[in-house]
T-cell receptor, first 111, second 112 residues
Framework: ELKVEQNPLFLSMQEGKNYTIYCNYSTTSDRLYWYRQDPGKSLESLFV?????AVKQEGRLMASLDTKARLSTLHITAAVHDLSATYFC???????????FGDGTTLTVKP | EAGVTQSPTHLIKTRGQQATLRCSPISGHTSVYWYQQALGLGLQFLLW???????NRGNFPPRFSGRQFPNYSSELNVNALELEDSALYLCASILGGTYGYTFGSGTRLTVV
């Protein structure tokens, strides 16, 4: 059974600081997604990572994938309050037609 | 292009009743996925429908069931509701592997 572990689960940081969220998974996969969820809302797709060494960037967020280490990272640069949300990674089990989600990292950016 | 639509937005039911949740995928998407998100928790995979067939289901009891219609919309039925079924139920569709899921806005089910 595929297991996906995110850490940290809770992250409080000051504006302007940098930090990294980690997503480890237990079996091989060819796809990994990152999502953002605001309180009381649905999930919004941030990044799709398809291959080893893939790196995607959007604004202050950058995601990377190391399939050999079974690790993805979501790096936050110079955080701003608008980035406060819960971030989920999800690993695709291709043949099972489903994704297994991590427990999420709740990010709070303080002024 | 319309996104994934879910109805109703909120649903309040009494323990033991049945709930029906509906989802329409993005036009052209043939697969529908259902996930449960209990309060403060992550997403748990419920069901995957593709081309009208159930392709996979998560670790949920049989009282969670559903179907997919010829127009690819889907229903999730939860029978004999229990208090712990209270959650946000999310439906998603996907165009292909290079894209992430597109999620609907969800149905918040409250069982009292």
């Amino acid at each position: 059974e595929l297991k996906v572990e995110q850490n940290p689960l809770f992250l409080s940081m000051q504006e302007g600081k940098n930090y990294t969220i980690y997503c480890n998974y237990s079996t091989t996969s060819d796809r990994l997604y990152w999502y953002r969820q605001d309180p009381g809302k649905s999930l919004e797709s941030l990044f799709v990572l398809l291959s080893n060494g893939a790196v995607k960037q959007e604004g202050r967020l950058m995601a990377s994938l190391d399939t050999k280490a079974r690790l993805s990272t979501l790096h936050i640069t110079a955080a701003v309050h608008d980035l406060s949300a819960t971030y989920f990674c999800a690993v695709v089990e291709t043949n099972a037609g489903k994704s297994t989600f991590g427990d999420g990292t709740t990010l709070t950016v303080k002024p | 292009e319309a996104g994934v639509t879910q109805s109703p937005t909120h649903l309040i039911k009494t323990r033991g009743q049945q709930a029906t949740l509906r989802c329409s995928p993005i036009s052209g998407h043939t697969s529908v996925y259902w996930y449960q998100q209990a309060l403060g928790l992550g997403l748990q995979f419920l069901l995957w429908y593709d081309e009208g067939e159930e392709r996979n289901r998560g670790n949920f009891p049989p009282r969670f069931s559903g179907r997919q219609f010829p127009n690819y919309s889907s229903e999730l039925n939860v029978n004999a509701l229990e208090l712990e079924d209270s959650a946000l139920y999310l439906c998603a569709s996907i165009l292909g592997g290079t894209y992430g899921y597109t999620f609907g806005s969800g149905t918040r089910l409250t069982v009292v």
